[in-house]
Structure formats: structure tokens, C-alpha cells
């Protein structure tokens, strides 16, 4: 999978930002990068979120016997595609995600959310997010830290031009960010296509950490506070940042203000 985000919809952390030695390119212009994903994944497909930036998935590998299939949330008629344990892709009331991996305590989540039998990782996802966007009291940390699994994924909601973007505790399905030339956001499973867009300077998505439009880079495994570490090549050369949880802070517990649906959860966190 393959989101690339302009820096208006979301602003990556200040280490991820690029020096112009570093061979980033402008990943948007003219499509680019995501025109170098489709020719790498056969049978993928794009999204174009118009001035937002573009989304790009490709069930390549899976069983190609396996037809997209429909499943609902709360009676609303919703496109999946890929199986259920590796990478889906749907989108609900504007809210786009894709998932990679698999959730281990999916029949509890299901319950928690109230999602028939059918549902699957990804409509657990934007479940979870518009919980937290329109009614939920608790922390996202909390949220997030709830899914237990191998995952990555990535949220955009059009609506409110926001992003919300998460890994593993273990870090478990590759995935790796960074900014191209101008500044926009680059996240994907594929580290090549990464490299392409943002030169040296890309990294892993931290483990155990989520990202929002409004919040930036935080862990909901660690209380503490992240610095950026720089990250060395075979050759010496600092190619990008990793974010590791610093033990030396400890940040104050962040509550979730229980909003009204009307409300929007990404614009008071």
C-alpha cells in the first residue's frame, strides 16, 4: 500500500523534513510516485484524493479465485477487497483506509463497536477512528492500544481532511515514511517505493506509535515522549530519522472530550 499526503492535510514530524542533497523528489507532480507503485504491483488500483494527496493498493499475491466482496456496518453497503488476514482496502462515508496484517482479537472488537459477523480488520478500523472522531471519551492511545495484532494501517477522512495512521507493538508488517522534496507525507509497505520518493531520508514508522493530522507522531504503548535518532548507513551517511520512545521524559495523560456527533474528534485532539 501507498499513501502520499500534502503537507496542508498532514504535517510530518520536523526530523522526517528533507535537505535538498538528500535525492527526494516531488512525489505528487504529475503522479509520480504513484505511477511507480502501479508499474511495480500488478493489479493495483489508485485513488486520487484531488489537492489531499493519492492512495494506491494492490491485492497482488493473494488468492486471485477470492472476488471482491461486499459487507455492511450499521446497514451501510460497503466495497472490500483482498482477504480478511493480509491487505484490504474500503471505504465508508468518505473515510478511506487500508489495512495490512491481521487482528488477533477481532471477535472482541467486533462486539466493542457493535460490527455484525462479517466485518473484518479494516471496517474495525474505521469503526474505531469514528468512534474517536464523533463520541469517543476515551484517549486514541487507549483505542489503538486495544487492537491486538500484526497491522499497519492508514485512515484518511475526507471530510475533515485528517489523517490517522498506526502500527504494531512489534513493529510486524514493514512500513516506512518519510517526505518528499516538497514536503508532503509518504507512508507505504513497499521500502523501495519509499527510497524513490524521499531519498536518503525515509525511515520505519516507529513501532507502537499512531499518527493524526492533528496530533502528530505519538506512542500509545509508552507514556513517555519520542525523540528522533538519526539513522546511519553502511557508509556513515545519515539517512533519516527512527523515533524511539525517550526514557528520560513522561508525558501527562491526554484525555478524549466526549463531542457530539456533529462534532469532529480530529480538530480537538
Known sequence: MLAVFNKSVAKSPDALQQ???????????????AAQFSSTHPGSFLINLASS??????????????????YKINDERISCYGLCSSRLFAVVDDMFCLFEGHI???????????LNKTANEVSIVIEAYRTLRDRGPYPAEHVVRGIEGRFAFVLFDATSQSTFIAADVDGSVPFFWGTDAEGHLVVSTDT??????CGKSFSPFPKGCFFTSS?????YEH???LKAVPRVNSSGEVCGMTFKVDEGSRKEK???PRVGSDANWSQHY
Open 19 to 33: 535537505a535538498p542533497e538528500n535525492g527526494a523528489v516531488s512525489a505528487l507532480k504529475d503522479g509520480f510516485l
Open 53 to 70: 494527496g493519492v492512495i494506491a493498493y494492490s491485492s497482488a499475491r493473494q488468492n486471485p479465485l477470492l472476488p471482491r466482496y461486499w
Open 104 to 114: 488477533e482479537n477481532i471477535a472482541v472488537l467486533k462486539q466493542q463497536y457493535g
Open 192 to 197: 523501495e517505493i519509499v527510497k524513490q520518493g
Open 215 to 219: 496530533g502528530g507522531l505519538r506512542s
Open 223 to 225: 507514556l513517555n515522549e
Open 254 to 256: 491526554s484525555t478524549m
